[in-house]
């Protein structure tokens, strides 16, 4: 087969089935039919003389044949796209590219997505974008694949991206403001030997309070795991549970209405605890 009979949109379209290994998302993404993309890959077959995807559960996989080509397909359209950036320079006004994000907590989306959705509409009001909840360990491929575009979280196991610091924060220890544990302390924060009588609550997403609670032997101390922080001043503000969380989190949780005249922050900060565990800062 010569360079010459191969058609650029049956390399992309190679490359949109091997990324996302299934035809009709790789259509979408063309911005084509399913028929289209169909028609497009039964071409690709006859050139390259390979199936070059068959079926599997959830979509298709690519053959061994494909394995080899996925490289050199990917390599050669990034050249082209790289050629010819400054050409089609991003520009947020007139965009319609649709963005994916990985939001670590239900949390991460409450925090972040009301400003940077304020932030598009008035600088990018063709920019969609599509929250996706992967596990950590997923997303180094999910980038590689580009089924995701950005990150947000404490990512430290993430190879081979460009980071950026959002903030600092330190963990302070969140309990309902007539918990027992307030009561001979005559309105200040407890020490922290207190901890050891306190019970607590961890988010399952969330894994370093439990290695924190682990690293201050407390783990005996947990009593419940949830899937969600946005249900931990419910269960704090109606048991005696505590919760081991970021001071920007317990804020939140602390600034309206009922669960911030219901709700006291303590002032054990992260620094308190690396004191008693300096693994902590590692």
């Known amino acids: ?39 497009g890959l039964t071409r690709l077959r006859t050139m390259l003389g390979d199936p070059l995807f068959v079926r599997a559960p959830g979509g298709v996989r690519p053959t061994p044949r ?46 972040y997505l009301p400003k940077m959705m304020r932030e598009i509409e008035q600088h990018a009001p063709g920019v969609r974008v599509e929250t996706v909840d992967l596990l950590q360990t997923d997303l180094s491929l999910a980038f590689d ?30 309990f309902r403001k007539d918990h027992p544990v307030l009561r001979h302390q005559n309105g200040s924060s407890p020490p922290v030997s207190v901890l050891q009588s306190l019970e607590f609550v961890a988010v399952h997403t969330h894994a370093d309070t439990s290695r924190i609670l682990k690293l201050l032997g407390l783990e005996g101390r947990l009593r419940l795991v949830t899937q969600n922080f946005l249900s931990l001043p419910f269960i704090v503000s109606a048991t005696n549970l505590c919760v081991l969380i970021p001071g920007s989190t317990a804020r939140v949780f602390n600034r309206d209405g009922g669960l911030a005249r219901s709700h006291r922050i303590c002032r054990w900060g992260l620094h308190d605890l690396i004191a008693l565990e300096p693994a902590l800062s590692q």
């Open 1 to 39: 087969m010569n360079v010459d009979d191969v058609d650029l949109n049956l390399l992309r379209l190679f490359d949109a089935i091997y990324t996302r290994q299934k035809i009709s998302l790789a259509a979408d993404a063309l911005g084509i039919s399913q028929p289209a993309a169909s028609q």
């Open 66 to 111: 494909a394995e080899r080509l996925a490289v050199s397909v990917r390599n050669a359209l990034e050249i082209l796209d790289q050629a010819l950036a400054d050409a089609d320079r991003f520009d947020p006004a007139f965009s319609q590219r649709v963005f994916r994000i990985q939001m670590m907590s239900d949390m991460g989306e409450e925090r």
């Open 145 to 174: 694949k580009a089924q995701v575009d950005f990150a947000f979280g404490s990512l430290p196991r993430l190879q081979g991206c460009h980071f950026q610091p959002l903030f600092d924060d330190r963990y302070v220890v969140f």
